[in-house]
């Protein structure tokens, strides 16, 4: 028997439900990103925050994919990054009004939308979910490790 399939059935059942909200976070997350990419256009400095926002809305996708899909630490730890970032950044822009840095535009504003909201609940749920995944997942010995030294 696999250490998987030995596993616990509430345990399965439990990282089961991270996996999905550590999916769904990133989904919701570029779902709105994608929506707001367009009237966000005008936003311009080097970089408009449209174009801005799609990126972000492009790395969420692929994170919600691969921690559904690949399933492996990498991909929840690429998802736990973008999650992260996007909510420092989303906090930085609503509490400090930092102007253009660069060729990124001046995002500063104070008001926390229904949109931000939402997208700041979806990472915190992404970076909790993730956070679990990582802290909890099987553990395999490196590979040539063929368990305790021999004694001699």
Known sequence: MSPASS????????RGLAR?????????????HARLAGPYDAVVAGIS????????????????????VWRHPRGDAFALLVAAGGL??????????????????????????????LVA???????????????TGRRRPAPGYAGALPVT
């Not at 799609?54 to 559904?68: F, T, Y």
Request: no cysteine; proline share 6%; glycine share 10%.
């Open 7 to 14: 596993a616990p059935r509430g345990s399965r059942a439990v």
């Open 20 to 32: 999905l909200l550590a999916a769904a976070g990133p989904a919701v997350d570029a779902a709105v």
């Open 49 to 68: 925050q449209g174009v801005l926002f799609r990126v972000e809305s492009g790395l969420a996708a692929l994170a919600a994919l691969l921690v559904l």
């Open 88 to 117: 420092a950044v989303l906090v930085l822009y609503t509490a400090v009004g930092i102007g253009q840095l660069g060729p990124v535009p001046d995002m500063y504003y104070p008001v926390w939308t229904g949109d931000k909201k």
């Open 121 to 135: 609940a979806s990472q915190i749920v992404t970076v909790l979910a993730t956070g679990f995944l990582l802290l």
